[in-house]
Structures are given as C-alpha cells and as structure tokens.
T-cell receptor, first 108, second 115 residues
Framework: RKEVEQDPGPFNVPEGATVAFNCTYS??????FFWYRQDCRKEPKLLMS???SGNEDGRFTAQLNRASQYISLLIRDSKLSDSATYLC?????????FGAGTRLTVKP | EAGVTQFPSHSVIEKGQTVTLRCDPI?????LYWYRRVMGKEIKFLLH????????ESGMPNNRFLAERTGGTYSTLKVQPAELEDSGVYFC?????????????FGSGTRLTVV
C-alpha cells in the first residue's frame, strides 16, 4: 500500500463547477498535512496547509479526518487557472511524503 | 527574497556519464531537501541536510548518488555513473524551521534525461 494515495483523475470540469479531491494516508502518526499545486513542467507550490478543524482560503476548503486518515480539498467556482495537478502531502518528523497527484482540467 | 535556485534546468547525458546538479536554498534556510520525480510516479524523498550535515539520506537510491553541502550553503547532487532509470525531475527544497507547519519552498527543478 502506498503511503499517500490519491485518485489520479483526470477530473475534467466546466468553469464554475465545484470539485473535490480525496487523499488517504497510511501512517497514523503523521503530524501535518498540506495540499500543493503543480503546474505542467513546474515545481510544486504550497496551496494550503490542512488543519484538524478544517480550513478555508477563498474558494478552497481543506478538511482532515485523522480517525479515517483522510484529507480532502474542495474547490468551488472553478476557474480555468485552477487547471493543474494537486498533490496531497503528509509530514511526520520533517519527512514529507507525496501522493502521485490528481490532475484537474477546468474547461470553458 | 530570492527563491530556491536550481541549475541546470535541463541536462541530457549519456548512460555512464556523470552529472552534477546544484541547489542554492533561500538564504538563511538551514534545512535543504532533495526530491526526485520519475515519469508517472510520485515525488520521492532523497535526502535532508541540516546545515552541512546529512540528517536523513534514507531515500538515496544507491551509491551512484552523492550529495554534499559544504559550508551549509548550496548543495550538489552528483550522479556517477548515470543510468537510464535516473531520468526524472530533481527538485530541491529549503525551509527555515522544517516543514512541520509551513511546508517548504521548492526550486524549479532540474530535468535530467539519461540516454
């Protein structure tokens, strides 16, 4: 079993749609969690941290369920510029483990 | 503030040759990490420096890979001799305190192709 698992997609959605990505992790001792965004042939960039209470940043909402070892990212009102690969990242003791990413394409 | 800088951005070498990748972290960042992404796979950890010391090198695939960080500033990752399966994108990242709360900043990567 992979340490961090994500549905690879692709997710193809129209502009304005709401889309959700899920991620599961295997190490119950994981300490912190992140969503990164990676554009084609670019480096990953931090999108947002994920907190136990859930957190929101504009159109983006992240949720964490420690009991189920599950993380989610919700994007509302999708924009064309949201097209990218979204990476779920899990940290324990400064050892970051990456999911393979979920590819999103937002179409006009 | 300058970001994490990596060079070269691309490198194409023949199997058996040597390649050295360089990473300049954000100034003042003690933590420096090397990661690699091979085609179709997830980004995988290679090693972690704290200043000039190797904190964790458990991800280094084999002894053909040698990383150094003399003086605790920039780091190099040498692959010698390169094999076809070493092809991929090598990312460097740095952080001040470790990624526990804030994640970290990646460089734009070096795309290595071994032919």
């Amino acid at each position: 079993r992979k340490e961090v698992e994500q549905d690879p997609g692709p997710f193809n959605v129209p502009e304005g749609a709401t889309v959700a990505f899920n991620c599961t992790y295997s190490n119950s001792a994981s300490q912190s969690f992140f969503w990164y965004r990676q554009d084609c042939r670019k480096e990953p960039k931090l999108l947002m941290s994920v907190y136990s209470s859930g957190n929101e940043d504009g159109r983006f909402t992240a949720q964490l369920n420690r009991a189920s070892q599950y993380i989610s990212l919700l994007i509302r009102d999708s924009k064309l510029s949201d097209s990218a690969t979204y990476l779920c990242v899990v940290n324990k003791d400064n050892d970051m483990r990456f999911g393979a990413g979920t590819r999103l394409t937002v179409k006009p | 503030e300058a970001g994490v800088t990596q060079f070269p951005s691309h490198s194409v070498i023949e199997k058996g040759q040597t390649v050295t990748l360089r990473c300049d972290p954000i100034s003042g960042h003690d933590n420096l990490y090397w990661y690699r992404r091979v085609m179709g796979k997830e980004i995988k950890f290679l090693l972690h420096f704290v200043k000039e010391s190797k904190q964790d090198e458990s991800g280094m695939p084999n002894n053909r890979f040698l990383a150094e960080r003399t003086g605790g500033t920039y780091s190099t990752l040498k692959v010698q001799p390169a094999e076809l399966e070493d092809s991929g994108v090598y990312f460097c990242a740095s952080s001040q305190l470790g990624p526990a709360n804030y994640g970290y900043t990646f460089g734009s990567g070096t795309r290595l192709t071994v032919v």
